[in-house]
């Protein structure tokens, strides 16, 4: 193992990031640099290239795209507008009703379309403008809303369970999907309880109790986006079909409903659709194929080994273990986005953890749970910009209020590091 490779591969990542270079090709340039350094023989772009391209070249990742482009067409097509009508029948009455019409509405838009970006836009465009007429305090109702999107990146279909499915070198997508219902729900409830304390503190307004006869017509009217949960996780666990064969099934249930359901978008919508869906999915896949580039010669310079022993010389007690990893994955958070942080990552904590006997299924939800915090921390923060730049407010304006939703999401993250039966009961339940 070459230590200056190491060193030149950390410290020019480090400096490229630092200096506001984009991820994906801070991720490449460093690869390259180290390549360059000596730890092959060969062309160093002709090495990068091939990875990429290997890493790629996964049936697994075509999933993405379909569940991109179907987040895509929910967030046009009015889904988010009838999953927040059911959630304001439901719990508008509380105090601080509006918040925890937020979270619910982000959870249940997070089940459908698997996207943090798509639930901090659609429910957050929605929602802010609503809780600021009625007399919450926009950094308050902004921090909800970037949080609370978050918790659609555990509760399937996610995206970055695919990808972890893919580093972890072949975890079953479907227990992965299973799993991350109930650590979903606890994170959402921590958020509504830390919500509604605020609420109560602040002396936020309560709303009017609907009629049973509403309740029921909100519930049948967001019935078709609800059923989506059931056809893609059903018919995965059922095994009618692979979670690849469910994205495109799902591409096309979201169309029929956008488009001859809720009649949100027609025909002249779809071109402008169909480009966001590739804008996107080409940023995932380049920091997909990066990333895998990085992967491999983190992995040829032996540093996922290096760094098992650095932690086991720390303790061998399986909770301090969970505990500085969980630590490390919070400060890698902050700087790097889900995706490669999870391609990098896996590799070098899945062996010490199965060491333990952690299940990779558990270990893939608290990765996931742990990194979706980073989603919401400056400086890298995507659902952050993107939750700020909705409200219209600073990031500095959100900081405050944003403090005490994040213990939330600790103690929900620690409870799932530390009970394993919550990721884990479900996918055991149905077999696997």
Same mark, same amino acid.
């Given at each position: ?52 391209? *290997? ?10 795209? &379909? ?24 719990? /508008? ?40 007429? /009625? ?7 902004? *921090? ?65 109790? @609907?009629?049973?006869?509403?309740? +029921? ?22 095994? $009618?079909?692979?979670?690849? /064969? ?97 391609? $990098?990552?896996? @590799? ?29 921390? @400056? ?15 600073? $990031?500095?304006?959100? +900081? ?6 994040? &213990? ?18 479900? @996918?055991?339940?149905?077999? &696997?």
């Amino acid at each position: 193992m070459g230590i200056w490779e190491i060193l030149i591969l950390v410290a020019s990542f480090i400096i490229l990031i630092a200096i506001g270079v984009p991820i994906a090709y801070s991720i490449g340039i460093s690869s390259i640099l180290t390549m360059l350094a000596g730890i092959l023989p060969i062309p160093a772009l002709t090495t990068m290239a091939e990875r990429m391209a *290997a890493g790629l070249n996964s049936f697994t990742l075509l999933a993405i795209p &379909f569940f991109i482009l179907a987040g895509q067409l929910m967030n046009r097509g009015g889904v988010a507008t009838k999953l927040i009508d059911f959630a304001k029948s439901w719990v /508008e009455m509380l105090p601080g009703g509006l918040a925890y019409v937020n979270i619910i509405a982000a959870m249940l838009f997070g089940a459908v379309s698997g996207s943090a970006a798509a639930a901090a836009s659609g429910i957050g465009g929605f929602m802010i403008p609503r809780m600021k007429d /009625e007399g919450y305090d926009k950094p308050f109702s902004a *921090a909800v809303n970037i949080t609370s999107a978050t918790t659609g990146l555990v509760i399937p279909p996610s995206n970055i369970l695919i990808v972890y499915s893919l580093a972890s070198g072949g975890v079953s997508i479907g227990a992965l999907f299973l799993a991350g219902y109930i650590p979903g729900i606890i994170a959402g409830l921590a958020l509504m309880t830390v919500a509604g304390i605020i609420a109560l503190k602040n002396d936020y307004p309560v709303g009017n109790r @609907p009629s049973l006869k509403t309740m +029921v017509f909100r519930f049948l009217d967001a019935l078709p986006s609800l059923f989506m949960i059931v056809l893609v996780i059903g018919g995965i666990i059922a095994g $009618i079909f692979t979670a690849t /064969e469910a994205s495109a099934i799902a591409v096309i249930y979201t169309l029929i409903l956008s488009m001859v359901f809720y009649k949100k978008i027609s025909f002249s919508d779809l071109p402008e659709i169909l480009l966001e869906s590739v804008l996107t999915t080409s940023i995932v896949m380049l920091l997909i194929g990066a990333s895998m580039g990085m992967s491999w010669i983190m992995s040829y310079e032996q540093i996922p080994q290096t760094v098992s022993a650095a932690i086991l010389s720390v303790s061998h007690n399986e909770i301090i273990v969970l505990l500085l990893i969980n630590l490390i994955l919070l400060f890698v958070g902050m700087f790097m986005d889900m995706t490669p942080a999870v391609l $990098i990552f896996t @590799p070098i904590f899945l062996p010490i953890v199965t060491q333990f006997g952690i299940d990779p299924i558990q270990f893939g939800i608290i990765m996931v749970l742990n990194l979706c915090i980073g989603l919401c921390t @400056p400086p890298v923060g995507s659902v952050l910009f993107i939750g700020c730049s909705v409200a219209e407010i600073r $990031i500095e304006e959100v +900081v405050k209020p944003l403090i005490p939703l994040f &213990f939330a999401m600790i103690v929900a993250l620690m409870l799932v590091t530390y009970i394993p039966q919550l990721s884990l009961w479900l @996918p055991h339940l149905f077999g &696997f």
